[in-house]
């Protein structure tokens, strides 16, 4: 073959190759579901009394996304404190069958709110073997909001709505996020800065630490009308918590006020890598400020949206990417000490409750299950599904790893391995890196790795 055949032989496969890429048609359609648990559910995996009532409703709010005949990817954010292994599984498998699409394309993300739900059912039924199945959550109604966002979720098939322009922004949210763990001289914790310091002057006096302190937001339009919005922050979501009563907390309250500024059909907020931020410096705690701390970040999404850039859809890529990973089980874990809490009935419940959690998560890794990482990329937009607590830096790595790129984070969606952070922070010790943390230090280079791998 002459090199002129060669050259236009490559040239036009790279043509098929972009072709491929580009969305011709991008239709899109959202869903909301009210997950609000009933009076007697557990909240926070069985760390809070079983709820009294309701301060405002929880929600499992979605997103269906097809560009030309590929099969719908869907996002799905939920108000729960945390969803994890057959949990996971669990959300994820109904909503693909009912959307008739591909486990691998649905990420479920929980926002991680305290005052709500969490849902394990490989937790729920170790915990099971020792009398204390369904005292980490109401597990009837975890399997009965399944069904019925599923429900939705497919229903919303039939709403698909063409898509003319993707718009991104971001903006800056002023005193909310802070670092939970502040290093002494020695580089170890001195201080962890939990989500209310109460009348801890000291704590909220110190510096906010790293952060990522922007809002962004990614847009979906018909012409001049925003069909639907998805917004990613990373920060702790707890303002006041532990009350019994049910709430999604100021981060709720902030979405539903963009919501309404925005006058869109449907806005969806993911909580970003935020492992190690809450509003600690910022908040004390009191019903008071949970308003203030709402209206401060829906001021950081009005700028995000007032920053908005359109983009037609013709002039996008639209790619979904995954990557699946095994992490490390803590160095900390030991099998027969897990159970030895988990069967001891002098241990405190939430112990013995988190014995089974950490059992859970170990006999998945163990047993050869992956956890799915992905990527939607739109153009300049790369949107990134990860999970667990993970750290924010992360988050920052995975921005400077693209900077040419809208880089979007969505953490919290497994939640089996607990907090993740850094590999150095688990020699300097601190609350997230103990027994909350199922994962090894060597977790970083593997995720690093796979989001690395994605953002190519």
């Known amino acids: 073959m002459s090199w002129r055949k060669l050259v236009g032989s490559v040239l036009l496969l790279l043509a098929f190759a972009a072709a491929d890429c580009f969305a011709v048609e991008l239709r899109v359609a959202s869903f909301k579901?009210?997950?609000?648990?009933?009076?007697?559910?557990?909240?926070?995996?069985g760390l809070v009394p079983p709820t009294t009532g309701v301060n405002d409703p929880l929600s499992a709010r979605g997103i269906l996304l097809q560009a030309d005949d590929e099969p719908l990817v869907v996002l799905v954010a939920i108000d729960w404190v945390g969803i994890g292994n057959e949990g996971h599984d669990a959300w994820r498998g109904a909503i693909a069958k009912a959307c008739d699409t591909t486990i691998d394309r649905v990420c479920v993300h929980a926002l991680h709110q305290h005052d709500a739900p969490g849902c394990d059912f490989l937790a729920d039924r170790i915990a099971g073997e020792v009398g204390l199945a369904g005292q980490e959550f109401n597990v009837e109604h975890a399997r009965d909001s399944i069904r019925r966002v599923a429900a939705a979720a497919g229903e919303a098939r039939a709403k698909l709505e063409l898509v003319t322009d993707v718009g991104h922004g971001k903006g800056l949210v002023e005193q909310v996020a802070s670092n939970r763990r502040i290093l002494g001289p020695d580089g170890k914790v001195q201080y962890v800065r939990y989500s209310s310091t109460g009348s801890d002057a000291k704590l909220r006096e110190l510096p906010e630490g790293l952060i990522d302190p922007d809002v962004r937001l990614v847009s979906f339009w018909s012409g001049d009308r925003p069909i639907a919005v998805l917004s990613y922050y990373a920060t702790h979501p707890q303002s006041y918590y532990y009350t019994g009563k049910c709430s999604a907390d100021?981060?709720?309250m902030g979405r539903d006020q963009a919501?309404?500024?925005?006058?869109?059909?449907?806005?969806i907020h993911f909580n970003g890598a935020g492992g190690n931020i809450t509003a600690g410096k910022y908040n004390d705690g009191s019903p008071e400020n949970r308003p203030v701390l709402a209206g401060r970040l829906a001021e950081g999404m009005k700028a995000a949206w007032d920053n908005t850039e359109k983009i037609a859809v013709d002039d996008l890529a639209f790619d979904w990417a995954t990557r699946d990973v095994s992490l490390p089980v803590a160095d900390w874990y030991d099998e027969n000490e897990r159970l030895a809490i988990l069967n001891d009935t002098n241990q405190p419940l939430?112990?013995?409750?988190?014995?089974?959690r950490a059992v859970a998560w170990a006999r998945r890794m163990q047993g050869?299950?992956?956890?799915?990482?992905a990527r939607l990329r739109l153009g300049p937009?790369?949107?990134?599904h990860l999970p667990g607590e993970l750290f924010v830096e992360y988050q920052l790595a995975a921005q400077t790893l693209r900077?040419?790129?809208?880089?979007?984070?969505?953490?919290y969606g497994d939640y089996g391995p607990g907090y993740i952070g850094t590999a150095d922070a688990y020699s300097q010790g601190g609350y997230e890196t103990g027994i909350v943390s199922r994962v090894s230090p060597r977790s970083e280079p593997i995720?690093?790795?796979a989001i690395g791998e994605l953002l190519e």
């Open 259 to 267: 919501e309404a500024n925005e006058r869109t059909d449907m806005h």
């Open 350 to 356: 939430i112990a013995r409750l988190q014995a089974a």
């Open 403 to 411: 900077p040419e790129s809208f880089v979007c984070t969505a953490a």
């Open 447 to 449: 995720l690093m790795g």
């Open 368 to 373: 050869g299950h992956k956890i799915c990482i």
């Open 33 to 45: 579901v009210d997950v609000t648990p009933p009076a007697g559910s557990p909240l926070c995996d």
């Open 250 to 252: 100021f981060v709720g």
């Open 381 to 384: 937009i790369d949107i990134l």
